[in-house]
């Protein structure tokens, strides 16, 4: 703990109680022995005042277990320092006179689902002109060209494509995470992107359900987006971010 540090505890009933609720599953039928490994299982991993809220059968042979307990743990709150994308929120009709201000041209921006992924969804509600939540996509910002490419996109043929447009950013979505595969996948693209020395000439995003944005630097992207990030969010960091590297500023 720092000196003069905040302890930070879960908060279940009242504050600083510690309790916190688990689920996981068990390759065993339901049964009240099962429940009873449920209980060990959450006492081995440091909990007290174990309770099994509930026991459900998953499938064939699994049971699916919902524990409630109390744990000692505590984190250090002012000795925690993460790395955040922190960028100043302009409208939508003040982001585009901005950058046509000040750069006088479309943001060329490359997106899509790399590797063997399939799953468009995220890359789609950034992207695609009806955004989500009543929050446009890219597709819809004047001050953007941006092009969705899909689903399964080779990181090889996403990197050439970086540099056949001479795109000002690339949005690469990562949603399978099993093995860390999400991590693989990502990292490859951006040596793809060296390989073809364009790398630093590209704003490169990386966005998931297991994306963070120190996660995101580790793997040498200029930021990272995960879940609840809104289209608005990525347009006003690739703007900022754009116009820096041209030597410019948002202003206005």
Known sequence: MS???????????????????L???????????AREAAVQLARQMGLEGVHVAAMERAAEEYTFFVVYGRTAAAVDWDGLHVPEVVVRKRSFDELNAVVAAELGRRIVVLGACTGSDAHAVGIDAIMNMKGFAG????????????????????NGRLARLCQETRADAVLVSQVVTQRDVHKDNARAFIEELERLGVRRRVVALLGGPRIDHRLALELGYDAGF??????????NFLAAAVLRREGRELRG
């Open 23 to 33: 689920s996981f599953v068990l390759p065993v039928p339901a049964s009240e022995r």
């Open 226 to 235: 995960g879940p609840g990030t809104k289209p608005s969010d990525v347009a």
């Open 135 to 154: 929050d446009y996509g890219l597709e819809r910002y004047p001050a953007f060209d941006a092009r969705n490419l899909g689903a399964q996109v080779e």
């Open 3 to 21: 000196a003069g540090g905040r302890a930070l505890r879960p908060y279940g009933d009242r504050r600083d109680d510690g309790v916190v609720q």
